[in-house]
T-cell receptor
Framework: QKEVEQNSGPLSVPEGAIASLNCTYS??????FFWYRQYSGKSPELIMF????GDKEDGRFTAQLNKASQYVSLLIRDSQPSDSATYLC?????????FGDGTTLTVKP | DAGVIQSPRHEVTEMGQEVTLRCKPI?????LFWYRQTMMRGLELLIY????????DSGMPEDRFSAKMPNASFSTLKIQPSEPRDSAVYFC??????????FGPGTRLTVL
């Protein structure tokens, strides 16, 4: 079992819809959680981070964390074609980040 | 700021050769990370530094890999000797607080 697991995808949603990306982690010592967006052939870009249980909102993005369930999610509202990318979930313990394999999202116009 | 700078952007070498990858972090960032990304294994942390000191190198695959950070503005990742299975994209990232990491454009390494 991988330490960080994500929906295998690919995930396809119509423009304007809500995209929901999910992630589970196995290391209970993980303290910080991150969502990175990676366009094809580019480097990962941090889009959200969350440290506490609950929701954190930033524009069209909402990250949700449930430490008891070891579950992290990312919601993208009003999805745009420019959101089409691979989304990487990461869990960090004492500075060491472990990444999931990513979920590829396609937003269709 | 120019962001994290990596060089070269592409490297093609033959098995057995030494490869040196370079990274300049964002000024003021005290943390520097080296990652490797492949289709098979995803994105893996190799090593990270804090204030030029290696903190965790448990991800370095074997003794053929070494990393140094002689000063706050420069780091190298060296592979000697290189093998075809080292072919990957190598990313350098820097951070001011350890967690929020800014990635460089990466070096695509091909070992023939």
């Amino acid at each position: 079992q991988k330490e960080v697991e994500q929906n295998s995808g690919p995930l396809s949603v119509p423009e304007g819809a809500i995209a929901s990306l999910n992630c589970t982690y196995s290391d209970r010592g993980s303290q910080s959680f991150f969502w990175y967006r990676q366009y094809s052939g580019k480097s990962p870009e941090l889009i959200m981070f969350i440290y506490s249980n609950g929701d954190k909102e930033d524009g069209r993005f909402t990250a949700q964390l449930n430490k008891a369930s070891q579950y992290v999610s990312l919601l993208i509202r009003d999805s745009q074609p420019s959101d089409s990318a691979t989304y990487l979930c990461a869990a960090a313990n004492a500075g060491k980040s472990t990444f999931g394999d990513g979920t590829t999202l396609t937003v269709k116009p | 700021d120019a962001g994290v700078i990596q060089s070269p952007r592409h490297e093609v070498t033959e098995m057995g050769q030494e490869v040196t990858l370079r990274c300049k972090p964002i000024s003021g960032h005290d943390y520097l990370f080296w990652y490797r990304q492949t289709m098979m294994r995803g994105l893996e942390l190799l090593i990270y530094f804090n204030n030029n000191v290696p903190i965790d190198d448990s991800g370095m695959p074997e003794d053929r890999f070494s990393a140094k950070m002689p000063n706050a503005s420069f780091s190298t990742l060296k592979i000697q000797p290189s093998e075809p299975r080292d072919s990957a994209v190598y990313f350098c990232a820097s951070s001011y607080n350890r967690d929020e990491q800014f990635f460089g454009p990466g070096t695509r390494l091909t070992v023939l």
